[in-house]
């Protein structure tokens, strides 16, 4: 496969032993090559054993697609290139479907969004988790049952024994979405990919789904890709964030610098846009503009016609991924003027403060498992003063 030419990015470090899983320059684009049109441009992320590596975006961004190219499951009609793709020392550019198919459960798995479109609804739960333990062990008969079982209780679903033969409709969202976590880890895959695993959840049952994927992620030292669009989320649960726009990665590197100061005007203007931003009878800010439509890329940089910070340069030359002296990367030529500016909220800094270091956290042992204040919303165990609380869904 050839590595994409349009848009430029720095040569990519060499993948370390700690590296589970990497993807290098992916394009995704879909229509005619005399027509093609780019829906995911240049993205090179590397997942670390023991580590939450959050993708964060507008809606559109291309984060679903680029967990998807992970798995091997993008929808037919979309291609794939890559300059580099492994999972662990598997090089997964080329893989037949036979072969896509012994690495899904055992190697990576995946959490989707909507339980109920993961879940067959003809079967019970206890059959569908006990599925990849039939397929990839040859697990049968009461060894299949009392494995499915001790998995079901580990995702903290009560009663399992008898709760074994139910079926998808008779669970809540929340526990729908517990099954599913059970069936990703059933195998004890090296790589956990989770897509907007709480979207669809109340905010309390979004909390309990968040410690139990963290948990886990904790105790069996999982690489874990979280897509979302809920920077309260990945506040919660990442160590590492990366921001997409129209695409492409254009800021990377440990959550607490990118949330602290971030150096891209989008990522800046994601933290200015979130409703805890403003402060009681505040102004809500927004990022004017919407994103490009991937047929219609603006030249240069794609953020320039939204950018308070855009010059001449920005709509000639598309600028490329460098590595700054903190140890980030970012896709922006002025970089260094955004890093210059005040804090994008003064009065509400979201570094970790003395109650613990919740952004590096990923058992959710600082805000996701405490006692909520009065002042937090219920379930989270966060209060306004709470770096996951203070960062809210960049949807709006």
Known sequence: MSTPTSTPSRTPREPSPETAAHLTNLRVSTG?????VDIVRGVSLRLTRGRVLALVGESGSGKSLTSLAFMGLLPPGLRATTSAAAIGDTDTRDLTPARWRQLRGPRVAMVFQDPSSALNPAFTIGWQIAEPLRRHLGLRGRAARA??????????????????GAYPHEFSGGMRQRVVIAMALALDPDVLLADEPTTALDVTVQAQILRLLAARQREAGLAMLLVSHDLGVVAKVAQDVAVMY????????PLATVYERPAHPYTRGLMEAVPEAAGPGGRLRSIPGQPPDPRRMPGGCAFHPRCPLAT???AGEDPAVRELPDGREVACHHAESVLSLAPARPDRDPRPDGTGDRPHDPAGEGAA????PASGPPGT???PDDPA???GRTDG
């Not at 005619?32 to 093609?36: C, F, L, P, Q, S």
């Not at 129209?246 to 590197?253: H, I």
């Open 312 to 314: 001449d340069r920005c």
């Open 389 to 391: 609380h203070r960062h």
């Open 32 to 36: 005619r090559e005399d027509r093609r």
């Open 381 to 383: 165990g966060a209060g």
């Open 147 to 164: 494995r499915a079982v001790a998995l079901m209780e580990q995702v903290g679903i009560p009663d399992a024994e008898r709760r074994y």
């Open 369 to 372: 498992t405490g006692p909520a």
């Open 246 to 253: 129209a695409g492409r990665v254009v800021e990377q590197g």
